[in-house]
């Protein structure tokens, strides 16, 4: 149970203060049975219902969440949602809370999850940053939407695809560099002649951007580590992991 691994659950290492629970799952500590062993807390990717709805219980149980996250219904869109207590999920890929007791979650399995959180713990927020939404703007949206000045704000990039691993067309590297024209850098040729692209480094760019100075994490590679995470793009039917962030009571 994801009680009893100390790998099952990483807590962000940032600034953020003030009554704040954060939590990112890994693919242990579950009872799915492959391939979606074994914490899998995606509801759409096949796995038994019954499942990952345990699965689901124990990450809130662990992570000492008040209540079960607000999933969402992702889309690699920038769209961003208040969350204000339960309710079916709805189509959104970023969510924000100023209220205790709610839960903002979103689901990865190599996309990025970022956390954002007020300097002050008023505020929180979560957005899932796969390519299309990181270059259509989901982080700066997530940042626009919270009630706190983006300076105030401090961002934590939690597990995906690392920068040697995520192999790209041409047409991914245009959608950044047509809103951002210098983040060339983030780019470099495969030995495939496509190119290997690093989300951390485009994230914090666009947080930069967007006024957010503060940013830790990253580092990680969920396509590398199969016993820690999953990864869509490289076993194609897997599981998902969870980004969650809350307001203590």
């Known amino acids: 149970m994801v009680a009893g691994d100390p790998k099952a659950l990483i807590t962000p290492d940032w600034p953020a203060s003030g009554p704040i629970g954060a939590a990112c799952s890994t693919r242990r500590g579950g009872v799915s049975e492959a391939p979606f062993d074994s ?142 024209p210098d983040c060339g850098e983030a780019f470099r040729p495969s030995p495939a002649g496509r190119w290997l692209a690093d989300l951390y480094r485009l994230a914090r760019r666009r947080l930069r951007g967007a006024g957010v100075a503060d940013v830790s994490g990253g580092g990680f590679c969920t396509y590398s580590d199969a016993e820690r995470f999953y990864s869509y793009r490289r076993d194609g039917r897997t599981g998902r992991m969870a980004a969650a962030i809350w307001l203590k009571a």
Not at 52 to 63: G, I, K, P, S, Y
Not at 111 to 133: E, I, K, N
Not at 150 to 162: N, T, V, Y
């Open 39 to 180: 914490l899998n807390l995606g509801g759409h990717t096949g796995d038994d219902p019954a499942a990952v709805a345990e699965n689901r219980r124990l990450f809130q149980a662990a992570a000492g969440m008040p209540a079960q996250p607000r999933w969402l219904k992702q889309v690699h869109g920038r769209r961003v949602v208040r969350v204000t207590g339960d309710g079916n999920p709805v189509e959104a890929d970023a969510a924000w809370t100023d209220r205790a007791g709610c839960v903002c979650a979103v689901l990865v399995a190599d996309c990025l999850p970022v956390l954002l959180s007020a300097a002050d713990g008023a505020c929180v927020g979560v957005a899932h940053a796969g390519w299309r939404g990181l270059s259509s703007g989901v982080l700066e949206a997530l940042v626009e939407a919270m009630p706190a000045a983006a300076g105030a704000l401090c961002a934590w990039l939690g597990p995906a695809i690392g920068p040697d691993a995520f192999e790209v067309g041409d047409e991914v590297r245009e959608a950044f560099l047509d809103a951002d």
